[in-house]
DNA sequence: GCCGTTTTCGGCCCGACTGTTTTCAGTCG
């Protein structure tokens, strides 16, 4: 369920944004931003806090806590109701926008009136913007751009996003008596990284106390359509969810069907075709006679097909129709098999947590070790240096022993400079458990030097991983231009893992390019990259991407035991 | 607006890049 401490902190950041657009002070504006972030990431659920717990929120003082209070209370908060009436919903959505930032966004409305994405692409091909201060061509031609990648992903949410949503449906639902059987389907079965609508089944004898309850949540803020086999609504976030209620016979037919994808279905159904047979939402038949002979389980329906179960995440007509026809099904890597997250941060960079929290959180989850993996020199704004990063690491020889039998890792993220160069000397490097490598800036160099600049980063001997190897963010920045094969020759070659970085913002690499890094070799670590407590469960969505990417246990470095994760550290040193 | 102390106000992540400008503002990480 989304916790009440994502809603305050998107309220927090709502006002942080306003300010900043209305040129207040800018310091101000920097309070409620740090505010947002350490109340979305702090670890209790800020509704079961009173007013001295929400003081000891970081960044939390009484005038933010006083908000955040009122906003508990009566789910609204005046003053910011007050802010967002003085400037139309549509100037901070500009700032969504790459390099557009607030000051840009107001002048533009207070210029030419511009309140909307769609206003600006138009005054820009009106070429109203021209002797407008501050905008040139260039920038005409990199807002259009921009827009175009912001259009292309709209309409879709992040996957942890909808996962909330759906698993607080589905707990709602199987409440209710008459539940057999009760699951989402669709693109969030199949883990794909956005997800468009959410799709939740029934398997009940009576569809209408499911739809009737569906249509009076809390959350849902329009019916879109209401109806005795299915019910849509919108909720307040504006995310379409579909209710089916199937007869409990037809579950597993149902469940197959709704999963898709499209393209896996058409080949399911051709190969019933093939046999005479028909494969519908309701079971598979006997083309003439109609006589029903698989539709209770999923694992009935492919069996009846001559198929084993597939995995919803391999569904997507990549090759797992043919695979399982052949019994040669990936035996695909799960959440359980995790034994340690290898990229994580605290709050001596840019985490939100203590050291000692991450730690105990880490312990919770049963990891067998946890690398502590805060950032190094380089990125400047982060503020490390070597007496830090030093001290860190007598601390955690003081807590090693301390959370059970994990193992505590000392790590760092290295910054990978353009030049491929790193934060610090080899001397200093070989000082660490553990190193990842991360690019983090100098997006735009070339596809020649940016593979370059990976490669070099690979041949370092003490690079064990590439962090968020592309750099993309979803529905907000593409992925830098490399040429991947080249960079997955190279990892294969020096021993070094690829991530599959876990945030859902990232799920970077994508499963596209696990595929085919794996066909070169390429060993991986699915990692969390938290920087808070709250994100060390994200891990199940990199899990998700590496099942899409057919990866099988031994293909993961982090489900190793911790000596053979140690020999592969080493890179064939000593 | 928050924080930390120098306990009552001054500092707040800092540097670089881009596209604009003609010396810099805005944006980003």
Redesign the pocket.
Known sequence: MPRANDDAAALLQEYADLL?ITGG????A???E??AR?VGGYHADIATLDAKGL?E???????????VEEYLTTGRVA?IDEARAAIPPGVREL?A???????????LYDELGIASVDDLAAAIRAERLR????????????ILHSIDVLKRSSGRRLINKAMDVAEQIVADLSAIDGCERCTYAGSLRRMRETIGDVDILVAAESSAPFMATLVDLPHTAEVIGHGDKKTSIRTDQGLQVDLRVLPPESWGAGLQYFTGSKAHNIRTRELAVRAKLKLSEYGLFEAESGKTLASRTEEDVYARLGLPWIPPPLREDRGEIEAAQRGELPDLVTEADIRGDLHTHTNL??GLSSLEDMLAAAHARGYAYYAVTDHAPD?????MTTEKMLAQRERIAELQGQYGKMRILHGTELNIA?DGGLDWPDDILAGFDICVASI?????QNRADITKRLIRACENPHVAIIGHPTTR?IG??PGIDADWDAVFDACARTGTALEINSHPERLDLRDEDILRAKRHGVKFAVDSDSHSTTHLPYIRYGVGSAQRGWLEKDDVINTWPLTKLRRFVRKGGS
Do not use: C, W
């Not at 929120?57 to 908000?67: E, H, L």
């Not at 926008?97 to 002048?107: C, D, Q």
């Not at 002797?131 to 990199?142: D, R, S, Y």
């Not at 990125?379 to 503020?383: E, G, T």
């Open positions: 900043a002070d800018a310091f101000k920097r309070a409620y740090k505010a350490a003081r929120i970081p960044n939390v003082g009484k005038s933010i806590a006083d908000k003053l700032t926008i790459p390099n557009l930032g607030p000051r840009k966004a107001m002048l002797g407008l201060k501050g905008f040139g061509p260039k920038t005409e031609q990199n960079t840019d990125l400047v704004m982060q503020r353009p983090h800036s100098h997006f735009n963010r907000k920045r």
